[in-house]
T-cell receptor
Framework: AQSVSQHNHHVILSEAASLELGCNYS??????LFWYVQYPGQHLQLLLKYFSGDPLVKGIKGFEAEFIKSKFSFNLRKPSVQWSDTAEYFC??????????FGSGTQLTVLP | DTGVSQNPRHKITKRGQNVTFRCDPISEHNRLYWYRQTLGQGPEFLTYFQNEAQLEKSRLLSDRFSAERPKGSFSTLEIQRTEQGDSAMYLC?????????????FGEGSWLTVV
């Protein structure tokens, strides 16, 4: 069975600080990896995804993530956060199953 | 808006009552999913349809829960004899078999409060 761990439950940063959110997955086969964001009062939106090719994936709003197969990791990064990035961020994986398995999420609060 | 549409957006019901949620997926998406999300947690998979066939069901889906997708387009999720523990956000999502990465798009969810 596949599983996802997000170790940071709540991250608080000041504007312009750099961001890195950790994501580790457990699955022995080929995976597709995703980061979703949920802004307050809004639905889950796809930030970026990896399913093959370049392990460094660029997404919307300046976010990027790097797939490191040897570490079973898919960490999310942004060089300089903005107040509008305040949201909950979910890492997710699909393996043999078609459905997504989500981590428990990381709440990011960016202070102006 | 051509995204995934869910209704009602909010439902308050008394314990023991039945509730039904409807989901309209993105047009021509043949795969449809139901998830449940509680505060502070990530969404948990409930069930998956490919066209009208229900192919997977989570152990979370007790016999009080039933989902249908009769014509392979919209879907309904019914909860019978609701319990307070059923209070959650019920999310519908869809994807296309033509997308090799199987990107899954989510609706805004239906909030259920059981009192």
């Amino acid at each position: 069975a596949q599983s996802v761990s997000q170790h940071n439950h709540h991250v608080i940063l000041s504007e312009a600080a750099s961001l890195e959110l950790g994501c580790n997955y457990s699955y022995g086969g080929t995976v597709n990896l995703f980061w979703y964001v949920q802004y307050p009062g809004q639905h889950l939106q796809l930030l970026l995804k990896y399913f093959s090719g370049d392990p460094l994936v660029k997404g919307i709003k300046g976010f990027e993530a790097e797939f490191i197969k040897s570490k079973f990791s898919f960490n999310l990064r942004k060089p300089s956060v903005q107040w509008s990035d305040t949201a909950e961020y979910f890492c997710a994986v699909t393996g043999s199953a078609r459905q997504l398995t989500f981590g428990s999420g990381t709440q990011l609060t960016v202070l102006p | 808006d051509t995204g995934v549409s869910q209704n009602p957006r909010h439902k308050i019901t008394k314990r023991g009552q039945n509730v039904t949620f409807r989901c309209d997926p993105i047009s021509e998406h043949n795969r449809l999913y139901w998830y449940r999300q509680t505060l502070g947690q990530g969404p948990e998979f409930l069930t998956y349809f490919q066209n009208e066939a229900q192919l997977e069901k989570s152990r979370l889906l007790s016999d009080r829960f039933s989902a249908e997708r009769p014509k392979g387009s919209f879907s309904t999720l019914e909860i019978q004899r609701t319990e307070q523990g059923d209070s959650a956000m019920y999310l519908c999502a869809s994807s296309s078999r033509l997308d090799s990465g199987n990107t899954i798009y989510f609706g805004e969810g239906s909030w259920l409060t059981v009192v």
